[in-house]
């Protein structure tokens, strides 16, 4: 019988920091094996499959994902400057096999609460004790007019990374220099709040080289975003931001950065106040929880409630749902912090199995951005829930943004930091 102490679990984590959770762990010897079905093998249904399974190799745990490989959307980015390759960021699930987790690719039409199961398209159906689901984002694709799945095989949202990345890629080389890109930025919440920005100053970072005279043009529905001043003082200096020669441009919702309307014939984008017209168009639309949450009755509004001490469902109990899909604010939806509440929820389902309470949780969360190939920022927060107010918030002190005094040397090492996070990252879920 594999037992596991609160010191070992920290160490689990590796070093990628904090493990997540302050929770004291009781023995974990369990009379009979219980089965947790996780649906989605992301950040969080694999960092869950994996870290259950190292708190208690007795527990059956079966992964359910749509896809053979994981190509994470972190670092996808880079794709457009031409950095990194998709490849570098695909992964098959081999290294969760090795931690005893069992892996179908099938796609989940629905976890049906009243009897426990979890049912698939081709795979039949699986009964659970406890049921791990994090699916990700869904588009609202009625947002924009002219704008729907079909459309953004063409004008990609590459908000997944996948084909629609390499579609943007190519895009932006063949067009002609001195071309414009428009990046429509989505209202929030959303998922990686800094990626719009990030991605512009990664195109950017493509034209610089080859196409010197063109221009990003960021149309955005809100007046402020996540790393603002960051953002426009590396902007400004890579990238000329607020001179006449800017290659890259921001409108904000004030300016008439909301847009509503796309004609894909022309490539024209009708903001409220002006037409915009492009020879590259990035639209990256609003978000809400994936389609299965939907399905298995999770959702309210657009998000999926939890008790954020444990991140189980608000709907229904036994029902864990994880990353994007979920409401913990104030978290960001980003990578790092679906690892994080995944190990939280991982060790509150133990906790469950035996019969004790959760203790207090918290959370973490660090988000780099490259913006130019020696200019890296970053925000990092450790967070705990806020009882009084149900709000997962971040410890005082705790973290905070890079400095806006940062030396040249600084910047550099923040993009090997990114780098380096990206790897600790991918190891912690899947390795
Ligand atoms: C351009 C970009 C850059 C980003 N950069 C960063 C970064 O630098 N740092 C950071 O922390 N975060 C970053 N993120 C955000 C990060 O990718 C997400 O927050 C994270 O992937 C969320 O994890 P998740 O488990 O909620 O969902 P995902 O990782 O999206 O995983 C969901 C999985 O569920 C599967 N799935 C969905 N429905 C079903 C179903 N019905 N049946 C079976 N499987 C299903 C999907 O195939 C998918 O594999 C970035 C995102 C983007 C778009």
Request: hydrophobic share 40%; aromatic share 8%; with cysteine.
């Amino acid at each position: 019988m594999n037992k596991i102490n609160r010191r070992d679990f920290i160490r689990l984590g590796g070093g990628l920091t904090l493990a997540g959770t302050s929770l004291m762990f009781p023995t974990l010897a369990l009379a009979a094996a219980p089965r947790v079905v996780v649906v989605g093998g992301g950040v969080g249904g694999c960092t869950a499959a994996k870290y259950l399974r190292k708190l208690n190799p007795n527990l059956k745990v079966t992964l359910i994902e749509a896809k053979k490989q994981y190509t994470s959307c972190f670092m996808s980015n880079e794709v457009l400057s031409g950095d990194r390759t998709l490849d570098s960021i695909t992964f098959d699930y081999e290294g969760l096999k090795r931690h005893g987790v069992e892996i179908v690719i099938d796609r989940v039409t629905a976890i049906e609460p009243a009897n426990k199961q979890v049912a698939t398209v081709d795979s039949g159906t699986f009964e659970y004790d406890a049921c791990v689901v994090s699916p990700g984002v869904d588009f609202k694709w009625d947002a924009i007019e002219g704008y729907d799945a079909a459309v953004s095989e063409t004008i990609p949202h590459a908000w997944y990374a996948g084909p629609q990345t390499l579609t943007l890629r190519r895009q932006i080389e063949s067009m002609p220099e001195g071309g414009r890109v428009i990046i429509v930025a989505p209202p929030n919440p959303y998922k990686c709040p800094p990626g719009p920005y990030e991605r512009a100053a990664q195109i950017a970072m493509y034209c610089k080289h080859h196409k010197p005279r063109a221009k990003i043009l960021i149309l955005d529905p809100k007046d402020a975003f996540s790393k603002q001043g960051l953002f426009r003082q590396g902007w400004s200096k890579l990238y000329g931001f607020g001179t006449d020669n800017a290659m890259i441009e921001w409108v904000g919702a004030a300016g008439g950065g909301i847009v509503e309307e796309l004609d894909p014939s022309t490539r024209t984008l009708q903001a409220e106040v002006e037409e915009f017209t492009a020879d590259v168009i990035n639209i990256i639309p609003p978000q809400k929880a994936g389609k299965v949450a939907y399905a298995s009755d999770l959702v309210e509004g657009d998000w999926c409630p939890v008790n954020k001490r444990t991140f189980e469902s608000k709907r229904h109990p036994d029902v864990y749902v994880l990353g994007d899909a979920s409401s913990a604010a104030k978290m960001p939806k980003s990578a790092y912090a679906a690892n994080s509440q995944a190990k939280v929820a991982a060790a509150a389902i133990i906790t469950k199995f035996n019969g004790a309470d959760p203790g207090d949780p918290t959370f973490v969360n660090t988000c780099y951005s490259i913006l130019g190939e020696e200019h890296g920022i970053s925000v990092a927060a450790v967070y705990t829930l806020d009882e009084t107010t149900n709000t997962i918030l971040p410890i005082k002190g705790s973290g905070g943004l890079s400095p806006m005094d940062a030396s040249a040397e600084q910047r550099k090492r923040e993009v090997k930091y990114a780098h380096s996070w990206f790897k600790n990252v991918i190891n912690d879920m899947m390795e």
